[in-house]
């Protein structure tokens, strides 16, 4: 009977042309945009879920508050002396690392010289916290040199081409010297960071020496903990105040003032949204969306294939009357309707995948992402498939089954009219599929609204043919010179120095007081500040 059931099916298909390509279509779009928000969700919710130990790992932020207790700011970095006090305090943590941006060092080899935006510093256990192979190296020693680097595979090539990259030298900022220890793995897209180099904290610490690793000023440092499995964080968190009141330089009075939080490692991505992240992080509200649009979508596509089935299905009724007569249950014919609909879904799915990978390059450009149906993720992405082709195959002919197999084989024979082509449910399933479709193309329009609005609302300055350069330390010293010699081209109509960009987030911020005579009181917010140059205005308009 199942070779029965499979030749009527292609028959079927193969008579009516026009039907089957239409409906096939129309599942395979459908099933096709479903399986690339799938791919997408799939992605976001994979995040530095890859290191070994990622359960166990927590990143330490700091909290700032106003005198009335509302947050002031909270930052994803701390001061260089708390993960230290942390680790000293807390015995039963494994690891403590901290990580720093470089702030774009000048990098020289030979006559090659480069500023490298993706340059960080690290203790040199971050190899034992972190699940970042290396390639070539030793990763207890790598960075265990004050000037040791570990760098990429595309990097050393950049640098080296083909010669052995490990024993090369590469000059930092004219300070110091760094020699290649390792070249490590490239860090995978679905992580919360990415490295190209990473450098010792301990030539930081040489370089920049105790004051700075000792201020509770300078948050700037990412730092992790590695905790024992099934480790009670809570107890953690419920000691923090202790902390601050034993280690923070004015004592217990600084408990209203700051206080420390942990985040799990694989919730930074999508649940972290603090005033200073290493990268912009995704949003949980996206997945829950995407998620949603992708099952509206397969539903408008369920509902075209059960309209489109039961508007034919008085064309098939003889056929169900005749399988009755010689002894067809209704059960049966059920397993057939729903196998010919399974079949057509199987069929859709096909073309979904190659529509697939002919979007996906366009998908992946639009979203900064680099998803592949080939990937780590493939035995989610084949199980999620085998999914939507079976709810497709079920659900979209669930009703053109139950219905059609209702049939009284007397009536059907004697060529009476069966159902109606006003059925009540079939309007009830068109003016479903309206609504979702308006609601998703309204949608679509107030997002795209809202993204005019953002590119061309007026800022109150002058965004347009201003252009931002990274000035590094020998940059800032000479900064006069450079500007007046910048001046003197005529097509450059100013030059302005900020330590921050108006599309920057405002982190740097003081506290403050109003003076009223001899008497001062003390603001009850922060003042953010950001230092300029007296051009600055102007330039900006």
Same mark, same amino acid.
């Given at each position: 009977m199942l070779k029965n059931y499979l030749k009527i099916a292609l028959r079927n298909l193969l008579r009516h042309k026009g039907y089957s390509l239409i409906n096939i279509l129309g599942l395979a779009v459908g099933m096709a945009s479903c399986i690339l928000i799938l791919l997408y969700v799939h992605d976001e919710l994979s995040y530095d879920k890859y290191h070994e130990e990622a359960d166990q790992i927590y990143r330490v932020t700091r909290e700032w508050f106003n005198s009335d207790g509302t947050t002031s700011l909270h930052l994803g970095h701390v001061a260089p002396p708390i993960g230290p006090l942390l680790k000293n305090d807390f015995p039963e943590?494994?690891?403590?690392?901290?990580?720093?941006?470089?702030?774009?060092?000048? *990098?020289? #080899?030979? /006559?090659?010289v480069f500023q490298e935006e993706r340059f960080y510093f690290a203790d040199p256990n971050i190899f034992e916290i972190f699940t970042l192979p290396l390639l070539k190296g030793d990763p207890q020693n790598a960075l265990a040199d004050p000037n040791g680097v570990v760098l990429t595979p595309a990097m050393a090539q950049k640098y080296f081409g083909d010669e052995e990259p490990l024993g090369q030298v590469l000059n930092i900022d004219s300070r110091a010297d760094l020699k290649v220890t390792g070249v490590m793995r490239e860090v995978p897209a679905n992580s919360h960071f990415h490295f190209d180099f990473l450098g010792s904290m301990k030539l930081l610490e040489q370089v920049l020496g105790d004051d700075e690793f000792k201020n509770w000023g300078s948050n700037n440092y990412a730092t992790y903990l590695l905790f024992p499995k099934n480790y009670q964080v809570e107890n953690f968190k419920k000691a923090i105040p202790e902390i601050i009141g034993r280690h923070h330089p004015n004592g217990k009075e600084a408990i209203p003032q700051t206080t420390l939080h942990l985040q799990r490692l694989t919730?930074?991505?999508?649940?972290? #949204?603090?005033?200073?992240?290493?990268?912009? @992080?995704?949003?949980?509200?996206?997945?829950?969306?995407?998620?949603?649009?992708?099952?509206?979508?397969?539903?408008?596509?369920?509902?075209?294939?059960? @309209?489109?089935?039961?508007?034919?299905?008085?064309?098939r009724a003889k056929e169900v009357g005749l399988r009755k007569v010689v002894g067809a249950e209704r059960r049966q014919l059920i397993?057939?309707?729903?196998?010919?609909?399974?079949?057509?879904?199987?069929?859709?799915?096909l073309l979904a995948v190659v529509l697939v990978e002919v979007v996906l390059p366009?998908? @992946?450009?639009?979203?900064?992402?680099?998803?592949?149906?080939?990937?780590?993720g493939m035995l989610f992405i084949l199980a999620s498939?085998?999914?939507?082709? *079976?709810?497709?195959?079920?659900?979209?002919?669930?009703?053109?089954?139950?219905?059609?197999?209702?049939?009284?084989?007397?009536?059907?024979? !004697?060529?009476?009219?069966?159902?109606?082509?006003r059925s009540r449910f079939r309007s009830i399933l068109v003016v479903f599929q309206f609504a979702i479709s308006i609601i998703l193309i309204v949608g679509m329009g107030i997002v795209y609204n809202q993204l005019e609005y953002c590119r061309n609302k /007026?800022?109150?300055?002058? !965004?347009?043919?201003?252009?931002?350069?990274?000035?590094?330390?020998?940059?800032?010293?000479?900064?006069?010179?450079?500007?007046?010699?910048?001046l003197q081209y005529p097509h450059i109509a100013g030059v302005a120095a900020s330590k921050r960009v108006p599309s920057g987030r405002l982190l740097d911020s003081s506290g403050g007081s109003?003076?009223?005579?001899?008497?001062?009181?003390?603001? @009850?917010?922060?003042?953010?500040?950001?230092?300029?140059?007296?051009?600055?205005?102007?330039?900006?308009?």
């Open positions: 943590i494994r690891q403590m690392v901290r990580i720093t941006d470089g702030n774009n060092p000048l *990098l020289r #080899h030979q /006559n090659k919730d930074i991505h999508l649940h972290s #949204h603090l005033d200073s992240e290493i990268e912009a @992080n995704g949003n949980i509200v996206y997945v829950y969306i995407f998620s949603a649009i992708a099952f509206f979508l397969l539903l408008i596509a369920c509902i075209n294939f059960m @309209n489109l089935a039961t508007a034919r299905s008085a064309n397993r057939q309707f729903l196998g010919e609909t399974i079949v057509m879904a199987l069929i859709a799915l366009k998908f @992946n450009a639009f979203t900064a992402k680099e998803l592949a149906l080939r990937s780590q498939l085998l999914g939507v082709t *079976l709810f497709v195959g079920i659900v979209a002919g669930s009703y053109p089954a139950f219905f059609l197999s209702h049939f009284q084989p007397v009536a059907v024979l !004697k060529g009476q009219k069966i159902g109606s082509t /007026n800022l109150g300055l002058n !965004k347009e043919h201003i252009v931002v350069l990274p000035a590094d330390q020998n940059i800032v010293q000479r900064y006069p010179d450079i500007r007046n010699q910048l109003v003076i009223d005579g001899e008497k001062s009181e003390p603001l @009850n917010f922060r003042i953010a500040n950001v230092r300029v140059d007296h051009s600055f205005i102007d330039t900006y308009g």
